[in-house]
């Protein structure tokens, strides 16, 4: 999607369809509101009649669409709710509903009125941005398997108008970055989607060589040759089962500030999760694809990193294997030894993310000595029974790097709740026979003594944990529920989260 500013009043403008924001009346509110008089005068007093008649009331979700008398374009309302609980996310959703909503009906080019979306507490940048990210990610689909498609909006422009022209220079910045950050969204669902025979680990290291190569990175691919002589047994045990071996992949971005930190992205990319030996029941086992979308997170993450030119040097790394049943498969009760040395008992071959990170979290740490460790992995299924499937689960080590990233939450809308880890957690994990164990004879917290795992590796370096497991795709069902900028399939969690932490975190 094309996303253009324009200083003038989206309705004096040419778009097929201009959209505004209609908070919804109180209970005593009969006279028309002022806000909506120009939609009124434009409409020739047909919204002011919808607003007479109670067809528009200004819920959330509602979709008015009113033709202009010339015939020559329509008006969009689209209600936000109440104001006071509105804020960017409500806006965010709107835009997506707007758009979404007029998906095979003959609107190419839509333009969003900015200020019928501001209040006095929803800043006019906040805001510019959140319509943004909804068109963006609200028209997308993943076309890549479809011979047919209705045609949706192509271009999106948000009009500025009188009052909003006077920080034109600062909204257009705040545009371009935002398009940019909602391009790599899109791009990285579109990878995160495909499905387990095309995006093969070998795959995923070509998908990152052609974006080192675009924005000049540093990408090195360690194939399972070279994994073995590193012993990343953790990788190569998980991978060993498949005919499509095992990857791992370290992508450099070498920071925008001259003496600027680093931080290090780990992802979890199990490009096809059947559980292996301790293989999974058949109902849900399709949507393992989408087992890799924290590595292609990662991808997504340090596309961004380079096209904004973040201050502090990136360093991204995606653990990335198939995990199938086979006879070369590894089984319940072997025992890898991992990049650190550390060794683990397999007690169930399901919970092989753990086992692919603990080579990818030991190797960044000990050959690049990041400032700060930021995983992102589908980790779990007791994060989706703890949190849902809108919110990621965030265990972190450092004060300062968890307040960053659910402050980057905050402002991009993507929800992380922070879990405690305890030594509970980590007394859990201990293995008789190895350092730690793979799965726990509890049912509780698996959440987190998957956090407490993967901490075994990370040693004293400042971490955060992302569990993404719910938060990574939406199902058939899952999809009622979302946002309507959450699309069916990937949706690329953690993309907008990290690059705007990245973009955003102070730091000493
Ligand atoms: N990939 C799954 C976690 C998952 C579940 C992601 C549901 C998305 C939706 C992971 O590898 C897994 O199977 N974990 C096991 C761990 C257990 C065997 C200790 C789980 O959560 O059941
Ligand atoms: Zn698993
Ligand atoms: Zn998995």
Redesign the pocket.
Known sequence: MKVLVDRRDGLTAAADVSVSGVFERGEKETSFPRALADEDTASAGVVRAAWDRKEIRGKRKELTVVHRPNGKGRLLLIGLGPRGRYDAEVARRAAAEAVKGLKGKGARTVGFRLATFVTDTTPSEAVARALVDGAVLGSYEFLRYKSSNDGGVEESTIHLGDDLAREESGLRKAVQEETSIADCVVWTRDIANLPADTATPEQLAEEARALGKEFGLKVTVFDEKKLAEMHCGGLLAVGGGSAHPPRMIVLEYGGGARRGRTVAVVGKG?TF?S?GI?I?PAASMA??K??KSGAVAVLGILRAAATLKVAPRVIGVMACAENLPSGTAYRPGDVARTYNGKTIEVL?T????RVVLSDALGYVVAQYRPDEVIDLA?????Q?VALGDDTAGLVATDEKLAAGLLAASKATGEPIWRMPLTDFHRELVKSDIADVRN?VELPVA?MLTAAAFLETFVGGTAWAHLDI??AARTTSTTRRYQPAYQNAGATAFGVRLVTRYLMDAPRS
């Open positions: 199990i999760d559980g301790s999974k949507e393992m989408f087992d169930n399901d919970a092989e993310g589908t980790l779990t299924g007791a989706v799965s698996g497991a719910g």
